[in-house]
């Protein structure tokens, strides 16, 4: 069971860090969530929406955008930084909103689905989302076959070079960074992409699940 006093305390902490990369492991793939978000989009909720940058980026497509996440410093980063005024801010756990059936025509997140429980937020998404709504997951997986230590293993190298290129230094975040980061990532457990399948298949079982480059899982579906 995640406990959520630790995870708004990890997150707190990251929200205080100097100098973040402008490239990293999430946002590389925004554009690529973005695809999914037809313009004129009604509404669309961001679970777990850290310092706003993927918030910001779906105001220019959705009418609204209502931005959650659990730790109070990323709400205030966001709401500073990454404001507009179809963009509404809620610091609080999602499992403790409530939204009507049928409300929302995208749900959104990045690496934050392996914080919650999984079959909750596919029977939410299934619930929520409008006819012809999306449910769009960007999260980590666990390796547990052949293909994932061989796809992500090579990741390395590629993750170097994206660094120079985007961030100019040969790693994503200086020592305290990393030092933060690692703390956090000791109370992390993720699913494989075995496991994340077999739950998809039994609430939304056309759900595309596809492995990503760096050490990351996309899940898309559209409620029909």
Not at 89 to 113: E, K, P, Q, R, V
Not at 154 to 161: D, H, T
Request: glycine letters at 4%; one cysteine or more; hydrophobic letters at 40%.
């Amino acid at each position: 069971m995640e406990n959520y006093d630790i995870v708004k305390k990890d997150f707190n902490e990251i929200a205080g860090l100097d100098n973040e990369p402008k490239w990293n492991h999430n946002n590389c793939y925004f554009p690529y969530l973005l695809r999914y978000v037809p313009t004129g989009t009604e509404t669309c909720l961001d679970i777990g929406c850290g310092k706003g940058e993927l918030s910001v980026l779906l105001s220019k497509t959705a009418k609204k955008v209502v931005a959650v996440d659990i730790a109070d410093k990323m709400i205030e980063y966001a709401r500073a930084n990454n404001a507009a005024e179809n963009i509404e801010y809620i610091c609080g756990n999602i499992l403790d909103m409530d939204y009507a059936s049928s409300s929302l025509d995208i749900i959104i997140s990045t690496a934050t689905a392996h914080h919650l429980p999984y079959d909750w937020l596919l029977k939410f998404a299934k619930d929520k989302l409008r006819f012809g709504g999306k449910l769009l997951l960007l999260d980590l997986a666990k390796a547990d076959s052949l293909a994932d230590y061989l796809i992500w293993g090579f990741a390395a190298l590629p993750n170097v070079i994206m660094n120079v290129f985007k961030n100019g230094k040969l790693h994503k975040d200086d020592l305290h960074a990393t030092e933060v980061w690692r703390r956090h990532e000791e109370h992390d457990s993720y699913m494989t992409l075995k496991e994340i399948r077999s739950l998809a298949a039994q609430y939304i079982p056309d759900a595309e699940v596809k492995r990503k480059l760096f050490w990351r899982y996309s899940l898309i579906w559209e409620k029909k």
